[in-house]
């Protein structure tokens, strides 16, 4: 009876002692005192939380701080008038803004020198997206500041010697040099950063409280400086007395240069070297060991941390690692993103022959729904209602992929920024490769999976296919290839497609020259042979031109398989080979295949894509790093084991127009649930965060089609 009760119990105490985000919620030696280790879990956890954040929500939560240090301002000011300006008593009531903004959980500059450094530290968010947290958090906090003066000055509220009290105030920093200045502004940013770090430290509202109006009566009694209140202070003069614009010894130009400037880069640097550099080397090696799973990273690679675009990446959070604990003891697992149920049929279908070369393939269908921007997602309402209708829709590509003996799963994702979703729901779910498609209505020429400037700052979490389908018929396949590593993904699809539906095959090599054909139909023999398609057919083109003899190749052919160009992306400028028109000219569908790279970024930006048969070494890969999973069975798989490492890095055929942003735009998918979903081209939020998107998996859905697929191969 004991053994029976002790997991439940176990299971409660965890989720007691833990938040949502997987952050403790109680220390573990003494339940109400944390660790360095524990606090600055719950730092990352927050910050987490905060750098995902849209723009709007960050400027007007920087606004009503911006707000509430107006109180602070004007509490000091009239108690300063009130107490004749007694030293003690006129400052009583200065913390309580701080108060306001600690309690209502506003974004405060000075407080984000701790909670986004640390993430930023840890290699969870990039420096970019540091800087663009920052500049958004400060432009509010400095417009609140400003309504503030503004009301202040002409809104009647200080009246008599108030007046006098708030100018003197106002002033007293422009006397001050700006060395002095700077430290003193240092030891408020340390002061600032540490009651942060306190307050993720208390376990109770009261302590917290202390804390903050103890810390912030420090400022104003130790004549110390905070930005915001600064400037706050310089545009009340300028409001009230009308300082000039420039040229006298206070104006606005020396009030924001000579005062608010110092200011600003005295709180930054207290903030981030005295108070988060030193608690972060404070912690231990394994400062964030209980927030991970086991085997789980999600650390940023140094180009994406360092260039990654403020706009770009959403970091997942930590809780995100169990989707990928959930797939983890599943078998070759093809994922593929919809915008439309009752037309992407093909691609499910080609994903379903793929993997069932393998004895436990599986098929995960991902409904991707582009929500409009105006379509809030935090309640999960909308998503649900979208879901539900969607969870229907698919069953027809449930039996679709069923039918060739495969596992199928689906889920549904309703987001502001669908095509950057699906990358993300690869990051998270970890699928052995991704097959989507790609549409028209998007201009993107960049002949990889990726946007070109994704293309500098992420690696692909697995391989990608992306399907041009025009009446998809794989009977006759033509793979251009120089022998890159992204070929070699090429091959394996093919061979798939030639054991599991009889596909004639057709390799194909472009040469400069007639001069040069027996050199590249030796190329073609060796690498046909060595990716396990020595029966297909061989064709060397020594015409030099790499589109026109795609073009002559692909006459009778009804599918055309190209790797992902190997040339880097001002290369590819320079050349002029961004567009690959062969996409629109061939008759055939088109399909991309492209492996994940550990390229650097001079690769990722100079590389030069040269062909195997200029017997140069061109841009060499890490086999390990690149070696992506096999399309095909793993019996096939270990039979050709290493083969894949020998293949030289080159272009394949140029590179390719893949459009995959299609996937993103299309209109039905959102009207497939016309209760609250209607399509919307408005504008796209700048950070998706976790109100951004609502995913449902559709587990009871998925088990009976299973289950009537199983009763329908019983009856046959």
């Not at 229907?392 to 495969?406: C, F, K, P, W």
């Not at 992204?486 to 020259?513: M, P, Q």
Request: proline share 4%; glycine share 8%.
């Amino acid at each position: 009876m004991t053994d029976a009760t002790e997991p439940d119990d176990d299971s409660m105490r965890e989720v007691v002692e833990r938040s949502r985000s997987g952050a403790p919620a109680v220390g573990e030696a003494v339940r109400d005192r944390f660790s360095s280790d524990e606090v600055f879990q719950r730092i990352i956890a927050a910050a987490d939380e905060e750098v995902t954040s849209g723009s709007r929500e960050l400027f007007f939560s920087g606004l009503a701080a911006g707000l509430a240090i107006t109180i602070t301002f004007m509490l000091y000011a009239s108690l300063t008038a009130a107490t004749d300006s007694h030293p003690i008593l006129s400052v009583l009531l200065y913390p309580l803004g701080f108060i306001y903004i600690i309690i209502g959980g506003y974004q405060l500059y000075t407080e984000n020198t701790l909670p986004p450094v640390a993430l930023t530290l840890e290699r969870l968010a990039s420096v970019p997206t540091l800087l663009r947290h920052w500049s958004i958090v400060l432009a509010g906090n400095f417009v609140g500041g400003a309504i503030g003066a503004l009301v202040l000055s002409y809104g009647g509220v200080f009246t008599g010697e108030t007046v006098s009290a708030a100018r003197y105030i106002s002033q007293g920093g422009f006397a001050v040099d700006f060395v002095p200045l700077f430290f003193k502004a240092a030891m408020a940013g340390l002061i600032v950063a540490g009651v942060v770090w306190v307050g993720f430290a208390s376990t109770d509202s009261v302590s917290r409280m202390l804390v903050v109006y103890l810390a912030f009566l420090a400022i104003p009694l130790g004549d110390l400086f905070h930005v915001v209140v600064s400037f706050t202070e310089v545009l009340f003069l300028f409001f009230e007395d009308g300082i000039p614009l420039y040229g006298a010894e206070i104006s606005l130009l020396s009030g924001l240069v000579g005062f608010v400037l110092p200011v600003l880069l005295g709180n930054t640097i207290g903030g981030v070297v005295l108070v988060t550099l030193v608690n972060y080397f404070q912690t231990s090696e394994e400062r964030l060991e209980e927030a991970r799973f086991e085997g789980m990273s999600r650390r940023l690679t140094v180009p994406e941390w360092v260039f990654g675009r403020a706009a770009g990446r959403s970091y997942v959070p930590i809780l995100d690692a169990t989707e990928a604990t959930l797939f983890a003891g599943e078998g070759y697992r093809i994922m593929v993103p919809i915008t439309n149920p009752r037309t992407d049929g093909p691609i499910v279908e080609l994903a379903a022959r793929l993997a069932s070369s393998h004895e436990d393939g599986v098929v995960h269908i991902v409904h991707v729904v582009q929500a409009p921007e105006r379509m809030s997602l935090s309640s999960g309402d909308a998503g649900r209602r979208i879901a539900d209708v969607s969870a229907e829709g698919m069953g027809n590509l449930r039996s679709t992929a069923a039918d060739y003996n495969v596992d199928v799963s689906t889920s549904t994702v309703v987001s502001h920024r669908s095509f950057e979703e699906m990358f993300n729901m690869a990051r998270r779910t970890r699928p052995d490769a991704v097959l989507m498609g790609w549409g028209d209505d998007q201009l993107w020429s960049a002949a990889r999976a990726e946007r070109p400037i994704d293309e500098l700052t992420n690696q692909l979490p697995c391989d990608f296919l992306i399907l041009n389908e025009r009446d998809l018929d794989t009977s006759r396949i033509l793979i251009p290839t120089s022998g890159g590593p992204d070929s070699a993904l090429s091959a394996e699809v093919a061979r798939v497609l030639a054991e599991t539906t009889g596909a004639e095959v057709t390799l194909l090599h472009v040469v400069d020259d007639p001069g040069d054909r027996a050199r590249g139909e030796a190329f073609l023999a060796s690498w046909a042979d060595e990716h396990g398609l020595g029966d297909a057919e061989l064709v060397v083109d020594d015409g030099g031109d790499v589109e026109g003899g795609i073009c002559r190749a692909a006459a009778d052919k009804t599918l055309v398989i190209i790797g992902a160009t190997e040339k880097g992306l001002l290369s590819r400028l320079v050349s002029n080979s961004l567009h690959l028109d062969v996409i629109h000219e061939v008759e055939a569908s088109v399909l991309l295949t492209e492996r994940p790279s550990s390229r650097s970024l001079r690769e990722r930006l100079f590389g030069s894509g040269r062909r195997a048969t200029d017997l140069s070494p061109g841009v060499e890969r890490d086999p390990e790093q690149s070696a992506g999973t096999d399309v095909r069975s793993i019996e096939d798989h270990e039979a050709d084991a290493g083969d894949d490492a020998d293949a030289t890095p080159e272009d394949d055929a140029d590179g390719a127009l893949a459009d995959a942003d299609g996937a993103s735009a299309d209109a039905d998918a959102a009207s497939a649930a016309d209760d609250g979903a209607p399509a919307d081209d408005g504008p796209e939020d700048e950070q998706p965060h976790l109100d951004d998107t609502f995913v449902a998996d559709h587990d009871e859905a998925d088990e009976e089609a299973a289950e009537e697929a199983d009763a329908e191969r019983d009856d046959r």
